[in-house]
């Protein structure tokens, strides 16, 4: 079934986690961290894994272990779409995000623990910085770090992005709010 919510394609999530990478892994036993994660996809674009690392002493380390089973939410761009954007004064205030939920299987790759820091660095340095400047203690670093996969079952994605809006309203709110990267989100969703 889709919903009017649904992106508009595959490369609108790996976007989203590419953009905003920072996402709440949660266990079955409600332990949860914020951690950066990297999208990995088939041939299609549809995010397959989610590819990452933690701290050994994090306690999702024991629960994972112990059952694979959790959940990862992305929250892309968001922001409260005030009154005072359109012209209508029947309009009510709304609040327009897009988030990313997962079901997933985690599975510890040991020895792609170097890969996995890496891989970050590189997304997130662009070339500026390298783990070469840690010298030995990058070793050492490496040892206290666990890299997993994190293997997609189901997927659930809302892009609440001002699609239920008139056209008219739609251009107002765009025209006139204040996040211009939210604004630029809902054009890129617009099914007009």
Known sequence: MTSLYDPRD???VGRLIADYPLAWLVS?????SPLPLIAETDAHGAVTALFGHCA???????????????????TGPEAYVPT??????????????????????????EGETKDAIERLVAKMED????TASLGARYEKMLGQIV?????VRS???????????????????????GDRTLASWMEGQ???
């Open 10 to 12: 595959a490369a609108d």
């Open 28 to 32: 079955r036993n409600f332990h949860a």
């Open 56 to 74: 050994r002493r994090n306690p999702l380390v024991g629960d994972f272990r112990a059952d694979p089973r959790g959940l990862i939410l992305f």
């Open 84 to 109: 005072a954007l359109l012209s209508k004064p029947d309009w009510a205030p709304t609040w327009n995000y897009a988030v990313l939920r997962f079901r997933v299987e985690i599975e510890f790759v």
């Open 127 to 130: 070339g500026a910085w390298s």
């Open 147 to 151: 890299a997993f996969r994190a293997h």
């Open 155 to 177: 997927a659930e994605h809302s892009f609440k992005l001002g699609q239920d809006e008139s056209a008219v309203d739609f251009a107002e709110i765009v025209a006139g709010h």
């Open 190 to 192: 617009a099914r007009r």
